[in-house]
């Protein structure tokens, strides 16, 4: 059965501008201030200097939107235009850079804002809320969702806590070189193997934080791109896949994510790609808890199935590694502010190709591929972009 | 009428495994094999207690010749909703059935196995349910709190090959104030103890006791075994030699194992004995409470052996690590996991998803045979519509996928166990575990599912804002794992 097929969108849509507040706990701003924040840096990036102008339509993701569409309308005074919401749980921020995308690529609009934002430290928890408004009295908590994966991989291939905790690690080391992180701060595998156990495997330092942020991207038709600046980022492919929630689907193994498998093999068509390992320089993976990492690497076709435990070992994903991985420092330390997130990698993807990733660096990467799983899990969206 | 004998035709029982040494209520440290009480886990209540029982009694039961469900308790989870009602839906059992709650006296079961015997003598084809639980709670540290115990016990009354013949009866009905819980009380309020044992108990079991001997031309000779409930098991032992019984023919109250348990304590205490009576034996059996009301039952056959036996639920008690622990499991001290957020459950979901969260069905495709839990309208299979019969799962067996321990979760003994379960009939279940603890999970462990109350309420949508205050609780939804 072929599903999901999409047609090539290869290199018909460029990226000419990104933008991306500071991630945290930012009490000091209204989502408002953020939108203005990071989208005022990409206009800038894109050299663009009459939005209201310029700018045709905005396609906006974020989960917990205290307005909706309104709120980045309002704020950046873009009206009189289409202005869309998208929700997609953690893919937000790429679904709605899909829709942007698809959007240009059609020839309906040329010129398209993606706003990914937002701002969970209003609603005064300090992690996730937790829901109880099934019947079942389960734990609705992500942790508690994603660890499910754990005890049956750990079994069946051998891995540990460890080999979270060196995932931990490197992120950690990689959000200290990122200007816009959260985190700063480097810390040891004891650290992550002592720290409060939050829901088993995973300990404090196994999830990511919650923060407030937003992130901008500036997306126009290929063939326009040069209008704004002299190194645009095209958009090789982007996807989208739903599958089956894991708590009720008869045939999950707990041992890889399936929409992952499902949105890498559409992405890859669209791309061209057919060899991962080689042909990616660089990625931006789902690190909500650092076991989603692990498997990341092996749904995306990276690496076998089962070996992740001897390349976090190795060091295959570190920064100076064969394939860096999360080279910001990942949702580990940006937060996860839902709808910022996947527009947030986009922001770090195209610095990295443009060469302007400062300390954190990878030197001469082509393609760059962003990833988000989000849900039961049950949603992933995927992006490759490329300099060449 | 028929001539047929009617009596008790099966018997089953619960005690929950969690203990609280005696010694730890005082501040003391828990001594090995030192006297405790058997206590309801922080996810149990008189209502999931009486499901286990009945499960234990219906062993081999078809579940649709079940015709009535005759619950006794005096802590119902409910003041105004029959959990009679929701125990038959958690045992799945028909709708065009009896139900009753008998409440408000701690004699109640008395009444309710003798409503059972003339509902099946009115009509010689039907079985009756007969449960008893209790889980009284006490004030902390309270002299009452010492004796209190929580359990359950079960009956099915029928007619002809019985195992035991529900015979004479006897009631001596009192009205005092010994131990009683008004309206707005949290806890049982009693008066001072040696009033409530001469006039509150004495008095009451001598005048009921001897009332039946009169009726029935016997005394304490004529009966092989007297089982008795009371406050205590000094002032029960002191009734059954004032009533002519030695030592040896009392049976065992079960005090620094059990306790007291309310409602459930003479059937637990005839449960005991029945398991080691012999054919011709008659058992006087007396139920304490705003008076005494004494059955005699007389075992005809030997050869039933209860699921689970008394001596079983003994032996696999465990010890809660503090006092604290109880007071949170019980909610008599107001811990973090009562601020917790979300409004609970709403009550038109909890009546959408009954045959899920009660009945424990799961869905089988009738065309290609996938096993959904819960339910869904088209099959994950063979994409079939609305093609789905139901399975109950309550009574199978199943194996842990996969699990995780979530200390995120607020529960008054973290961390809450998650599992992923098979069912052996496929089904898969993603659900909390009880009775467990995190170094004895691993991946294809054998599970059991027992039905446990859900630590959400539902919520009430014209007075939310008051939902801490009120009373509902909605127990007993979650089928989980137990018996390792």
New interface residues.
């Given amino acids: 059965m072929s599903v999901g097929k999409s047609g090539s969108i290869r290199d018909k849509v460029a990226i000419v501008g990104v933008g991306c507040c500071k991630f945290g706990e930012n009490w000091h701003q209204s989502p408002e201030d953020m939108i203005v924040e990071a989208a005022y840096e990409a206009y800038a990036d894109a050299g663009i200097d009459n939005p209201q102008q310029q700018i045709d339509a905005v396609f906006c993701g974020s989960v917990y939107p205290s307005r909706g569409t309104a709120e980045v309308a309002e704020s950046l005074k873009l009206f009189d235009r289409p202005v869309s919401l998208v929700q997609n749980y953690c893919a937000t921020g790429t679904d709605a850079f899909r829709y942007g995308v698809a959007a240009v690529a059609s020839g309906m609009h040329d010129t398209v804002l993606v706003v990914g934002y937002d701002k969970p430290k209003d609603r005064g928890v300090s992690g996730p809320s937790i829901h109880m408004n099934t019947a079942r009295g389960l734990p609705m908590t992500p942790a508690g969702w994603f660890s499910l994966c754990c005890a049956r991989y750990f079994e069946t291939y051998g891995a540990g806590r460890e080999d979270l905790a060196r995932i931990a690690v490197k992120n950690h080391h990689n959000g200290t070189l990122a200007p816009k992180s959260m985190l700063k701060k480097e810390i040891t595998v004891d650290d992550v193997m002592n720290a409060r156990m939050i829901s088993w495997p995973f300990t404090l330092y196994d999830c990511a934080a919650q923060s407030d942020g937003a992130s901008v991207a500036v997306i126009t038709r290929s063939d326009l791109a040069k209008n704004f600046r002299s190194d645009p980022v095209y958009v090789k492919g982007v996807s989208i896949a739903l599958s089956a929630n894991p708590q009720s689907d008869p045939t999950f193994d707990f041992l890889a994510w399936k929409p992952t498998i499902a949105a890498a093999k559409d992405v890859y068509q669209q791309a061209g790609i057919t060899d991962p390992m080689k042909q990616i320089h660089l990625a931006q993976v789902h690190d909500c808890f650092t076991m989603t990492e692990l498997l990341t690497y092996e749904d995306l076709g990276f690496i076998e199935k089962g070996s992740a435990r001897d390349h976090i070992k190795s060091g295959t994903f570190a920064l100076d590694g064969e394939l860096p991985v999360n080279t910001d420092g990942g949702l580990k330390t940006f937060g996860h502010p839902t709808g910022a997130t996947g527009v947030r990698m986009i922001y770090e993807n195209v610095l990295q190709l443009q060469g302007r990733a400062g300390e954190r660096q990878v030197k001469g990467a082509t393609m760059a591929l962003s990833h988000n799983l989000g849900g039961a899990p049950q949603t992933c969206g995927l992006a490759i972009l490329g300099i060449e | 009428m028929s001539d047929q004998p009617v009596g008790i035709v099966a018997y089953g029982s619960y005690i929950p495994p969690t203990r609280l040494p005696l010694a730890m209520i005082h501040g003391g440290r828990a001594k090995e094999g030192g006297p405790q009480k058997a206590v309801a886990g922080f996810d149990e209540d008189a209502l999931t207690m009486a499901v286990a029982a009945a499960i234990d009694c219906l062993a081999g039961v078809d579940r649709g010749a079940v015709d009535g469900v005759y619950f006794a308790t005096t802590t119902s989870p409910f003041r105004e909703k029959q959990a009679a009602t929701f125990i038959a839906r958690a045992l799945d059992l028909r709708s065009d059935i009896s139900s009753i709650d008998f409440t408000g006296t701690l004699r109640a079961a008395a009444a309710a196995l003798q409503a059972a015997v003339h509902a099946v003598q009115a009509d010689p084809g039907k079985t009756i349910l007969v449960i008893a639980a209790d889980a009284r709670i006490a004030a902390p540290r309270s002299p009452l709190e010492m004796n209190l115990g929580d359990a359950a016990a079960a009956f099915l009354v029928g007619s002809g090959k019985v195992l035991a013949v529900i015979g004479e009866a006897y009631a001596h009905i009192d009205e005092l104030y010994d131990v009683w819980r008004s309206e707005h009380d949290d806890y049982l309020r009693a008066w001072e103890d040696r009033f409530n044992v001469m006039h509150g108990y004495t008095d009451n079991i001598l005048a009921a006791c001897r009332g039946l001997f009169a009726k029935a031309g016997t005394d304490a000779a004529a009966y092989s075994k007297a089982v008795l409930g009371g406050p205590d098991a000094r002032s029960i032992a002191d009734a059954g030699r004032k009533l002519g019984f030695a030592h040896d023919k009392l049976q065992d109250t079960l005090f620094g194992k059990v306790g007291n348990c309310g409602a459930a304590f003479t059937p637990l205490l005839l449960v005991s004995a029945l398991e080691s009576a012999l054919p011709g034996d008659k058992l006087l059996t007396a139920f304490h409470g705003d008076g005494v009301e004494v059955l005699v039952i007389e075992v005809v056959a030997s050869g039933f052996t209860p699921q689970q036996t008394i001596a079983w639920y003994l032996a696999r008690g465990r010890s809660l690590r503090s006092y604290d622990s109880y007071l949170k499991s019980r909610h008599l001290d107001r811990g973090e996991h009562d601020r917790?957020?979300?409004?609970?459950?709403?009550a038109t979901?909890?009546f959408r998803?009954r045959d899920?969260?009660i009945n424990f069905h799961a869905q089988r495709c009738t065309q290609c045979g996938?096993?959904?839990?819960?339910a869904?309208r088209v099959c994950?299979?063979c994409y079939a519509k609305d093609q789905f019969e139901n399975v109950r799962l309550s009574d199978r067996q199943g194996k842990v996928?996969?699990?995780?321990?979530?200390?995120?979760?607020?529960s008054p003994e973290p961390?809450?166990i998650?599992g992923?379960c098979e069912v052996d009939n496929?089904a898969?279940v993603?659900?909390?575990m009880t009775d467990a603890t995190?170094d004895q999970?691993?991946?294809d462990l054998p599970v059991e599912f027992v039905f446990r109350k859900?630590?959400?309420r539902v919520t009430n949508p014209t007075i939310s804002g008051k939902a801490d205050r009120l009373p509902q609780a909605?127990p007993a939804?979650?089928w989980q794992h137990e018996r390792w």
């Fill in positions: 917790r957020g979300g409004e609970g459950v709403p979901i909890h998803e899920a969260d996938t096993m959904h839990f819960p869904t994950y299979g996928l996969s699990y995780s321990f979530d200390y995120f979760f607020p961390p809450v998650v992923m496929g898969r993603y659900v909390q995190t999970l691993r991946c859900s630590t959400t909605l939804r979650r």
